[in-house]
């Protein structure tokens, strides 16, 4: 049987992947969640707050044309963290973005609190958004 975190992330993709933003935001993302956007691009920093995160979604979403696609691999979850081992791809300006990656986050009460994004090949991804 699956910890009810990682069912928590499973499904949370699964609401990010349909679109489901109403989801997203009242059932997986906490009010004051602290998403770490590394890298050195223009969607790089933290973003605090539900609606700035939700702006981040977004802005991927617009940059990308609709095309950025998360699959998850893995997830492993306990009773405050949990990693998604994943996979992103999604097409931008005549370019492909298709790599792994690592969601590392922190829960409460089964919500993300705080999330990093570690991807495989940083400039790669760098490159691919931009400035």
Known sequence: MAHPNEQQLRDGYAAFQRGDLDALRNQFLAEDIVWHAGGNNQLSGDYRGVDEVMGLFGKNMELSG????????????????????????ADREGKRLDQNYVHVSHLRDGKLTESWIHNVDEAANDEFWGQ
């Open 66 to 89: 609709g095309t950025f696609r998360v699959e998850v691999h893995d997830v492993l979850a306990n009773d405050g963290h949990a990693v998604v081992l994943g996979h992103v791809t």
